[in-house]
Nanobody
Framework: QVHLVESGGGLVQAGGSLRLSCAAS????????MGWFRQAPGKEREFVAT????????NYADSVKGRFTISRDNAKNTVYLQMNSLKPEDTAVYYC?????????????????WGQGTQVTVSS
């Protein structure tokens, strides 16, 4: 079992930045690829970014590429999502998730553990 807790969400103006954190506990964090997903009201949960278990490989949705950066610190059992140049359409609940398989997966169904989510609201 892996327990995930997100933090760092909030209200920010368009063009601003936020840094989300996801702290993990339980089974060995470094064994898992990690991902960030988001869900806006009335929409399905969508892939944002993933990172391999060592942190050497990443994958991003086209909508966030060049603006968001995913990283991890296995010594601290934490994964981060740095979000810059935020847009109103980035408004959503952001979830971190752990995947015992490949970091290339973008399907939420393939992720084993989920956090409770943190709200990000970007005002125009």
């Amino acid at each position: 079992q892996v327990h995930l807790v997100e933090s760092g969400g909030g209200l920010v103006q368009a063009g601003g930045s936020l840094r989300l954190s996801c702290a993990a506990s339980g089974r060995t964090f470094s064994y898992y690829a990690m991902g960030w997903f988001r869900q806006a009201p009335g929409k399905e949960r969508e892939f944002v970014a993933t990172i391999s278990w060592r942190g050497g490989s990443t994958n991003y949705a086209d909508s966030v590429k060049g603006r968001f950066t995913i990283s991890r610190d296995n010594a601290k059992n934490t994964v981060y999502l740095q979000m810059n140049s935020l847009k109103p359409e980035d408004t959503a609940v952001y979830y971190c998730a752990a995947n015992g398989g490949t970091y290339r997966s973008t399907d939420p169904e393939e992720f084993d553990y989920w956090g409770q989510g943190t709200q990000v609201t970007v005002s125009s």
